[in-house]
């Protein structure tokens, strides 16, 4: 036990050291570097833009699929740029001040270790942007509609989806320039005024009223953004992968954190899709199981049948029998339904409902064939 202890402090220390390092390096590696060129954006890149370049580079740079030095400081690099370009605040500052201005609001970069989380060293990223507390926007629910061979198989979805994004060009200020921005002097960017009034001899009131001189806002625009016309707002598509993973059942819902519309001063609600399965010629199911309807002859209800079913994915199932088919049997077959959500190697039934097709007609001789079958 006492082994193990030091085993655990030893390398509990190993993993505090390497942080330390790159706690260290950080400043070094990212001094005076352009975060618009760390990601290979121009400076009027809009934020679905740049988080899809982000997505993009850091998957190519990630110490787990590229393990050598260069990579690790490139994806260190990128993870600072995106932490203050994916952020519309840090980048409003980033833009009028440069990377100074995001030391002085001591803004610059997230915290160390959440960059060492993904080298495997612990802690977390939030994607909560700027420490300010902000509203949060409604979240948006769609509808997503699916096969249930996608529900089968599973597959990745690539949805093209239009939302309110706040203006690429003045990053959702409404002014021509960040420099026309300033914080109201009336009520000192809180957008309200405390208004004293004396009710009598040593009665005194106090009371709160919203900003007459920004309306509330804190902040003063002193010019008119040309692109959205000081609306501060316009629409943008952003393309989203959406997982659909084996087994999943109608009404489920996959999430996709502050990716609803966007607009200023509010942190973006949730977009879900909610999972629809679209109806299909042959199966249905019913929780984990697959129904089918599978028809025979009279002849085949009688004498038995061998018949070949084409599944989802395309493997074939058959189904034998040799003995006497009642109409509206059901035939199980074990382990051909659909996999099991979160437990994908469980599947459950396949079952196979018979109906028997009637002739609509039947000649002497074959009359008097059956009188004798029922006879004997």
């Known amino acids: 036990m006492i082994a193990l202890l030091l085993r655990y402090h030893k390398r509990m220390a190993n993993k ?18 352009d975060y618009y060129e760390v990601l290979g954006l121009s400076r009027d890149a809009t934020a679905s833009q740049i988080k899809k370049t982000y997505r993009k580079l850091s998957l190519k740079y990630h110490p787990d699929k ?42 610059h970069a997230h915290n160390p270790f959440d960059i060492f989380s993904a080298f495997g060293f612990g802690g977390s990223r939030s994607n909560t942007g700027s420490s300010q507390m902000q509203n949060k926007g409604p979240d948006l629910e769609i509808d997503l509609e699916v096969t249930l061979k996608d529900l089968y198989l ?9 939302k309110q994004t706040l203006c ?12 026309d ?35 509330g806002k804190g902040k003063k625009v002193t010019s008119t953004c040309p692109h959205c016309g000081g609306k501060k707002v316009e629409v943008d598509e952003d393309n ?29 609600g949730d977009l879900i899709f909610r999972i ?16 089918f309807s599978l028809t025979i002859s009279l002849l085949e209800a009688l004498v038995g049948f061998n018949k070949k079913i084409k599944h989802l994915d395309g493997h074939i199932v058959d189904v034998v029998r040799a003995e006497v088919t009642k109409p509206g049997q ?14 994908p190697s469980n599947t459950g039934d396949l079952l196979i409902e018979i109906t028997v097709k009637f002739p609509t007609s039947l000649t002497e001789e074959q009359k008097e064939g059956f009188k004798k079958l029922l006879q004997s």
């Open 16 to 33: 505090a050291l390497a942080c330390l390092l790159l706690a260290a390096l950080l400043p070094l590696v990212l001094c005076g570097a």
């Open 66 to 107: 590229d393990p050598s030095e260069e990579a690790k400081k490139k994806y260190v690099e990128l993870t600072t740029a995106y932490d203050v370009l994916g952020d519309e605040e840090k980048r409003r500052i980033y833009d009028q001040y440069g990377e100074e201005g995001i030391k002085n609001q001591g803004q």
């Open 154 to 162: 599973g597959r990745v979805i690539d949805v093209a989806h239009r």
């Open 168 to 179: 690429h060009k003045c990053r959702g200020t409404g002014a021509k320039k960040a420099s």
């Open 181 to 215: 921005v300033t914080t109201c002097g009336g009520c000192k960017g809180t957008g309200m005024k405390m208004k004293v009034q004396q009710l009598g001899p040593g009665f005194v009131q106090q009371t709160q009223t919203v900003c007459d001189e920004c309306g």
């Open 240 to 268: 989203l992968m959406v997982s659909i993973e084996r087994g999943m059942v109608d009404g489920e819902r996959i999430t996709f954190s502050q990716q609803a519309d966007e607009a200023p001063d509010t942190t973006p």
């Open 276 to 291: 629809v399965t679209a109806p299909h010629k042959r199966f249905v199911r019913q929780g984990d199981n697959l129904h």
């Open 330 to 343: 059901v035939i199980t077959i074990q382990g051909e339904g659909m996999p099991q959500h979160n437990f």
